[in-house]
């Protein structure tokens, strides 16, 4: 098959079949293919819109080009919690801070990620500041999930077959045109963990990843997006708005909407959850350690880390978990985790 056939199809607003898009995947991928007709297949694609089939079929393939962090003895039981970025809100790093919050709760994270784009401080500019290794070869990673309950994979270092892929993306993005990687970088961890809570950054999406999710055989997960009305929306739950759901694996048919006051929460200011550069997250995160944060941006963390509790089986519903989130956070569990994390990637 050749991409220009490829480009034809598209073009004339017909969907490619999975087995097409896997084929397609190898195709964005090689030196030999035109980066010029490369470009012209993301930008027909994303004009069409990108059928689950598509999307599956490419996040497949990329996930069996990936290289393998050999953490397949912590997948069963892992999540990964995780957002596509693009919602323009300038949030905190609400994602990240659940991370820890699982990790000491025992649950283990898989957490794959990379710089981002659209943020002053990303997932990974903040755990580079707390002191974690974003380039941790695999015996580090295995090291760490043992030691920690968590790892962090960058995604440049586990996804080669995205070299011949970058400049196009970059090319597209100066124009404005967005493409499907926006929303496959989540699809992609490498070390494949059964459970997810995706944040997505429109609502629009939100049945298309689900069924990504679905065909991928992840074994529980939830796609999430807070509606802000006038404001817009976040790539995950808070207080601020309203929490739209649609879930997968076993909790395929979950498809709500969802208030703070539903999830055991009080509603709070979209204008608490914001964030900074660097520094001022460092700071934020420490004020949220001693309690002291915004309630809005407190609230915000418990119910991601609630949710995530949920999808893994170890609370009934969100409600039931945002209890123990919330002491976790702020009771000094949280802290002595990121202590721990700072001692073990100092030695």
């Known amino acids: 098959m050749e991409l220009e056939d ?35 297949f993301l930008t027909l694609l994303a004009e069409k819109g990108e059928s689950a089939a598509e999307v599956a079929g490419l996040a497949k393939r990329y996930r069996e080009l990936a290289r393998d962090p050999d953490l397949a003895e912590w997948s069963e039981r892992a999540i990964d919690v995780c957002g596509t970025g693009g919602d323009k809100q300038h949030t905190f790093n609400i994602s990240t801070t659940v991370t820890f919050v699982l990790a000491a709760a025992g649950i283990p994270v898989l957490k794959h990620g990379n710089r981002s ?31 920690l309950g968590f790892c962090f994979m960058f995604a440049p270092a586990f996804h080669p077959a995205f070299k011949e892929i970058v400049p196009v ?15 496959l970088g989540p699809l992609i961890n490498p070390a494949k963990p059964a459970h997810q809570l995706l944040g997505v950054f429109s609502d629009s999406v939100m049945e298309l990843m689900a069924g990504v999710e679905h065909s991928l055989g992840l074994k529980a997960g939830m796609i999430a997006h807070c509606d802000l009305g006038s404001e817009g929306g976040m790539d995950e739950f808070s207080v601020a708005g309203d929490n739209l759901v649609r879930g997968f694996g076993d909790l395929k048919g979950l498809s709500e909407s969802w208030r703070p006051m ?6 709070g200011k979209l204008s608490d959850l914001k964030g900074g550069d660097i520094a001022e997250n460092m700071e934020i995160l420490d004020r949220l350690l001693d309690g002291s944060a915004p309630k809005a941006l407190e609230d915000s963390i418990a119910v991601n880390a609630a949710a995530a509790f949920f999808i ?5 519903s969100i409600q039931e978990g945002v209890p123990e989130a919330r002491d976790l956070l702020v009771g000094g569990a949280v802290r002595e985790k990121i202590d721990q994390a700072k001692a073990f990637y100092q030695t």
């Open 6 to 40: 490829c480009v034809a199809q598209v073009g004339q607003g017909f969907d490619l079949s999975e087995e097409q898009s896997a084929q397609v995947a190898d195709l964005l991928a090689s030196v030999e293919v035109d980066a010029g007709l490369k470009g012209e």
């Open 262 to 267: 539903e999830m055991g929460v009080e509603s």
């Open 169 to 183: 993306r970059q090319a597209l993005a100066e124009k404005g045109q967005r493409t499907v990687f926006n929303i």
């Open 312 to 316: 893994v089986g170890r609370h009934g």
């Open 117 to 147: 784009i659209t943020s002053r401080c990303g997932s990974s500019n903040l755990l580079e500041a707390i002191g974690i290794d974003i380039t941790a070869d695999n015996e580090l990673l295995k090291r760490s999930m043992r030691e």
